[in-house]
């Protein structure tokens, strides 16, 4: 068996030794085959940008994606090829507004060597002292983008999901599926084996969305993902962003009538559903904007309102 530390390479020893001891988080999202609206890719490019973050780890993408079967994008200026975008996994140590670190697991979903790398996180859980693995998903479904987006909650220990019985999920008929599963799936097994607890997200995206830019959907992944971790993740300016792609989505649904009429069909099949109903094997809640985000956003009214100064009477 291969020796997992040939995957990935460690910073200085002065960086790798100066990481807060202590228990910390690990969050990751490793978008695949599917990330519905983009929601993963935008959650990690936001939490990149918006918070302090120093590189820990960088594992080799060359054993881990196969390039043939998702082609990087290349840059053509007419006459030759400026710039290849290889893909990178890098796990980062990130700290969040009120100075708390976590560590972030950023990249694409590996295409190869499932096992190798499920050990080297193990492995790095050790030495970072990680006591808890948050990840996040986005798939699509047959639900409207006019309402609150469902999420799905799974763990390697039900006790973990919020609403649950502590001694396991209740069991209900014809609850077992099987599914093409994700590395997030395995690696989240893996760590039960190795008693480290994880928990993930699913988001819900509008099936209709799926390859547009869905904002929302990451600012409800970051959202749950904040409070499961007690994290204070800067979440106003993505939620501006969901705002404005809303407002568009909306301009366009007023054009298309066929789009019009399944929106409609949508927002009657999800209101006829019980989303608060935690009996059901896979725990989902409703994502709602947090009181702060709600008296920041007013705030934020009340300013452009300042600047604009009174209208005509």
Same mark, same amino acid.
């Given at each position: 068996?291969?020796?997992?530390?040939?995957?990935?390479?460690?910073?200085?020893?002065?960086?790798?030794?100066?990481?807060?001891?202590?228990?910390?988080?690990?969050?990751?999202?490793?978008?695949?085959?599917?990330?519905?609206?983009?929601?993963?890719?935008?959650?990690?490019?936001?939490?990149?940008?918006?918070?302090?973050?120093?590189?820990?780890?960088?594992?080799?993408?060359?054993?881990?994606?196969?390039?043939?079967?998702?082609?990087?994008?290349?840059?053509?200026?007419?006459?030759?090829?400026?710039?290849?975008?290889?893909?990178? #996994?890098? /796990?980062?140590?990130?700290? +969040?507004? @009120? !100075?708390?670190?976590?560590?972030? *697991?950023?990249?694409?979903?590996? =295409?190869?060597?499932?096992?190798?790398?499920?050990?080297?996180?193990?492995?790095?859980?050790?030495?970072?002292?990680?006591?808890?693995?948050?990840?996040?998903?986005?798939?699509?479904?047959?639900?409207?983008?006019?309402?609150?987006?469902?999420?799905?909650?799974?763990?390697?220990?039900?006790?973990?999901?919020?609403?649950?019985?502590?001694?396991?999920?209740?069991?209900?008929?014809?609850?077992?599926?099987?599914?093409?599963?994700?590395?997030?799936?395995?690696?989240?097994?893996?760590?039960?084996?190795?008693?480290?607890?994880?928990?993930?997200?699913?988001?819900?995206?509008?099936?209709?969305?799926?390859?547009?830019?869905?904002?929302?959907?990451?600012?409800?992944?970051?959202?749950?993902?904040?409070?499961?971790?007690?994290?204070? #993740?800067? /979440?106003?300016?993505?939620? +501006?962003? @969901? !705002?404005?792609?809303?407002?568009? *989505?909306?301009?366009?649904?007023? =054009?298309?009538?066929?789009?019009?009429?399944?929106?409609?069909?949508?927002?009657?099949?999800?209101?006829?559903?019980?989303?608060?109903?935690?009996?059901?094997?896979?725990?989902?809640?409703?994502?709602?904007?947090?009181?702060?985000?709600?008296?920041?956003?007013?705030?934020?009214?009340?300013?452009?309102?300042?600047?604009?100064?009174?209208?005509?009477?």
């Amino acid at each position: 068996m291969r020796d997992p530390r040939e995957l990935y390479d460690l910073e200085s020893p002065e960086v790798i030794a100066a990481v807060p001891r202590g228990p910390l988080t690990l969050v990751h999202a490793l978008p695949g085959v599917v990330d519905a609206g983009s929601a993963c890719r935008i959650a990690s490019a936001y939490l990149r940008d918006s918070l302090r973050h120093v590189r820990l780890a960088t594992f080799d993408a060359d054993e881990l994606v196969d390039y043939r079967g998702s082609r990087p994008q290349a840059t053509f200026d007419g006459r030759s090829f400026t710039e290849v975008d290889l893909p990178d #996994l890098v /796990l980062h140590l990130m700290y +969040d507004e @009120a !100075d708390r670190p976590f560590l972030f *697991l950023e990249g694409p979903e590996p =295409d190869l060597r499932w096992r190798g790398l499920a050990r080297a996180i193990g492995e790095l859980c050790e030495v970072f002292d990680v006591d808890r693995v948050l990840s996040m998903q986005a798939i699509p479904m047959a639900v409207p983008h006019t309402r609150p987006i469902s999420l799905l909650a799974h763990a390697n220990d039900p006790a973990l999901i919020p609403g649950q019985p502590r001694h396991g999920l209740p069991v209900v008929d014809g609850a077992e599926m099987v599914v093409p599963a994700s590395f997030g799936a395995y690696l989240e097994s893996e760590l039960g084996r190795a008693d480290v607890a994880a928990l993930g997200y699913v988001a819900q995206i509008p099936h209709y969305l799926t390859r547009s830019d869905f904002p929302a959907g990451a600012l409800a992944l970051l959202r749950r993902v904040s409070t499961a971790a007690s994290l204070e #993740l800067p /979440l106003v300016d993505l939620g +501006d962003l @969901a !705002d404005a792609a809303g407002t568009a *989505l909306a301009e366009s649904l007023e =054009d298309n009538d066929e789009l019009h009429v399944l929106v409609a069909a949508l927002e009657e099949s999800y209101d006829e559903q019980d989303h608060g109903d935690d009996s059901s094997p896979l725990s989902t809640s409703v994502d709602m904007p947090t009181a702060d985000e709600i008296g920041d956003h007013f705030e934020r009214f009340l300013a452009r309102q300042d600047d604009e100064g009174p209208g005509p009477a």
